[in-house]
């Protein structure tokens, strides 16, 4: 039985969604003065990261909490003497601070959506075109097959 007073883990998001490019940031002071820094799966106070990923649009600008020791995070020691014994713990806790997507990222996104389903359509639409030429040809192969064939026994036929 759990005691009332257990703690949980905090939701995370997901995973797929990480971005892979960020730059440090900080909550502004004033306007977010009541936002609570949430505690990662390890127990380490989250640090506060803006993503700079490009290649995932949707992600772009938007900050988020991360573990300090999230495995792509970790500073590379200068010298062989500052690596620790053993490797802390990897966490991979984030979560999103900003979960509105601005309105020129959704405008993005759509374009970028758009666009996919257009060279999706025409990717399609050549392949259809070109299962079609196969098609043709091969009925032309046969066809040609099935001369030569009657061609060849009218020719033993005269022969014979």
Sequence with gaps: MASSGSMTRPPCANQEDMPNKWEDTSLDKVKEKDVNIPPCWCGDVCKVKVSTDRNKA?????RYFVCPNYAYDRALPTNAYD????????????TWIDLEVPEDVKKDQYQ????????????????????RRQKERMERKKREEERARQAKLAHEEERA
């Design 58 to 62: 949707w992600t772009e600008g938007r």
């Design 112 to 131: 970028d959506c758009l666009r996919r389903q257009r060279r999706f359509e025409e990717s399609f639409r050549r392949g259809l075109e070109e299962e």
């Design 83 to 94: 690596q620790p014994p053993s490797p802390p713990p990897l966490c991979k806790y984030f």
